[in-house]
Every structure is written in C-alpha cells, then in structure tokens.
C-alpha cells in the first residue's frame, strides 16, 4: 500500500503585531470582547511589500529544510489561497519560480479557510496513486487586504500568514484517510462579493460574514466530519494524541474537542496569537506542535477545517 507521509512543516508569520488594544482605537470593541468571544488575542500582518508567494516562500524553504529536500525534487505544488498575488498565473507557479523548480504540476486552490485541507488531500491522492512522489503543500494568506477595518465584525478576527508541509510516498502509514464537503448554498454567509469585468472591480472587494450563522454551521460541521474520519478507520476517539483544527475561534475548537471527549492538552491552539489565517491556519498550528516538540513521529492527528463556499473537511493521518 502506498501512503503520504509528511516529512517536514514549515510556518511564517509576517514581524507586524496587532493587538486587541489598537483594535479597540479603530472600531468599538474592546480586548475584553474579544478574548471572550473569539480567544484571540494579537493577530500579525503582512508589511505592505510582503505578497502571499512572499510569505509562502519563507513557509515551504522551511518545511523543506525540515525534510531535507530540496525544492527541485518536488513533483507537485499546491498552493491554497484566498488572496493570490494575481489573477493569474497561479501563486503556486510564482512559488516554483521562486524556488527554482522546473516542470513540477503546480496549481492553486481556492477553498478558504478549508483549503489546506483540500490541498493536501488532492497531494494524497496524486501521492497515492503514483502520479507524483513528493508534494509541497502550502497554505498562505494575506486577509488583511480583504477585511474593511471599520468592520468590527470581521477585522478582530483575521490575520495572515503561511505554513507548509513537504509529503513523500512511503509504504509506511501516514494519511489514513480524509473527508471533504461543500455546500454551495451557503455562499452568501461568508463571502467577498466583489466581481472583475471590463479591467474593474465590480462590487465590494471586503469580507462580509454573517458570524453567528457561519458559528453554528461550524460547530454542526465539524462534529459530523470528525466522526466520519474516525468511523471511516474504525477508530475511536481514544486512537488521537493531537487535533489540529483550523484556528478561528476558541469556541468552535473547544466544542469540537469536547465532542471528540478530547481533553484539551490534546488539541493545538494558536488561535489567541495568529487570529483566524484562513488556509494557512492548520499548517501553522502543526509547524508549531512539531516544531515544539509536542507532535511527535508515530502520533495519530486529526486535522480539520470549515471555511467560505461553505468548505469544509477532516484528515486522519499518523506522522
Ligand atoms: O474561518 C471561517 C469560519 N469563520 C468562523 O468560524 C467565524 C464564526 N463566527 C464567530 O466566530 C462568532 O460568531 C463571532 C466571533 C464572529 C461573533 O461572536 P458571537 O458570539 O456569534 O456574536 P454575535 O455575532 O451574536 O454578536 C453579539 C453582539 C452583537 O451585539 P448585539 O446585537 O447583541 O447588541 C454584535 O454587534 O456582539 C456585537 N459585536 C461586537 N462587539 C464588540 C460583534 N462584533 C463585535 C466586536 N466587538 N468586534
């Protein structure tokens, strides 16, 4: 049986630090709010000559270095995002360029937060089925450029950065399964509306949420794709030593540990100093935990994410 195995991650988070305190001189909040509500404490921002491949670059030379690999050898790049440099090409293309690599599959996927997922999932397969041996797998996100930042019901929540995992084919056990959904239905609840047409911008370019709808979909969703991964390994919740859920509010994390009856040594949190980063939420948190030496080699994780579309999604794997 031919599995994926991640053999390094890699995480960047941009030098500027926002806090709930200078939230609080841009809109009406308060860090008191904040904390309670959403868990978050700073979030970090991209300077305004840093651009997501930026970012992506300084995750993926990581994860490669932890793999010890280097960028030619990879066959494919995947690059989840929300904020690409450009229209086209892709941000994954101008990552190869930047990293030298010559004639790899590369391409770009747009789930939202969920796109990591969806990323590394896609990598599975190829990795799988023998299409390709190594993978780059990259989420990176620039929301700070999306956000209106007199919009208090989004702009406390958001922040950017980029993580990264390198995957090989291996005979030994890594991604034990995963599980994605959509449902398209719920397009209007998390979006940015805006259109491009006759070289302009059509619409209004900044992310509207509606949070308490998007909050309980959430909590629905998660709850049911976590017991599908564990019911499609005939696992029970006993089998995870970490959950790596997507970072968006302690809330929704806390729920779905709790559904899991997991305690919450188990769960990696980092949501109180990234804020919500979108696709690269979930590579973060794991460069975090491995880096810190809390996930080791041989651990079961469950990784798991919800985001705009509605997306959503969970990956079994052993490290
Ligand atoms: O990554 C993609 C997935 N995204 C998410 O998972 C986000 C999901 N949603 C959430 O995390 C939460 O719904 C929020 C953190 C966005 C909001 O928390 P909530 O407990 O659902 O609050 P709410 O929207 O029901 O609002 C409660 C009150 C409202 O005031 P009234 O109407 O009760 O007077 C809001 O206007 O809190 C008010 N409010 C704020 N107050 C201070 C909303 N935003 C803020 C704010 N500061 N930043």
Not at 138 to 157: E, H, K, M, P
Not at 293 to 307: F, H, K, N, P, Y
Request: glycine content about 8%.
């Amino acid at each position: 049986m031919n599995y994926s195995r991640i053999i390094g991650t890699g995480g960047y988070l941009p030098e500027k630090i926002l806090t709930n305190a200078e939230l609080e001189t841009l809109v009406e909040t308060s860090d008191q709010w904040i904390v309670e509500r959403t868990g978050i404490r700073t979030r970090h921002l991209a300077a305004e000559d840093q651009d997501t491949c930026d970012l992506a670059e300084k995750a993926a030379r990581r994860a490669l270095d932890m793999a010890k690999c280097d960028a030619s050898e990879m066959d494919l790049i995947i690059l989840a995002t929300t904020t690409p440099d450009r229209i086209f090409p892709s941000t994954a293309c101008l990552l190869q360029a930047r990293l030298g690599n010559h004639g790899a599959i590369a391409f770009d996927i747009q789930a939202v937060c969920s796109g990591f997922i969806y990323a590394l999932t896609i990598a599975d397969k190829f990795i799988k089925t023998g299409a390709a041996r190594r993978a780059l797998i990259v989420g990176a996100d620039i929301f700070s450029r999306i956000i209106n930042w007199s919009d208090r019901n989004t702009c406390v929540l958001f922040g950017d950065g980029a993580g990264a995992v390198v995957l090989e084919s291996s005979t030994q056990p890594g991604i034990l399964s995963s599980h994605l959904h959509a449902d398209g239905a719920y397009k209007d609840l998390l979006t940015v509306p805006a259109t491009i047409a006759q070289g302009r911008l059509h619409g209004d370019a900044f992310t509207k949420m509606q949070g308490n709808e998007v909050f309980k979909f959430a909590i629905k969703a998660l709850s049911q794709v976590v017991d599908e991964a564990l019911a499609a390994n005939q696992l029970d919740q006993d089998a995870l030593d970490w959950l790596v859920p997507h970072q968006a509010n302690i809330r929704i994390i806390t729920a779905t540990a709790k559904k899991l009856k997991l305690p919450m040594e188990k769960v990696v949190v980092t949501v109180s100093e990234h804020g919500n980063t979108s696709a690269a939420s979930v590579p973060l948190a794991l460069d975090v935990a491995v880096r810190d030496g809390r996930i080791q080699r041989g651990d079961t994780l469950l990784l798991e994410a919800i985001g705009g579309g509605f997306t959503w999604g969970a990956v079994l794997l052993k490290l």
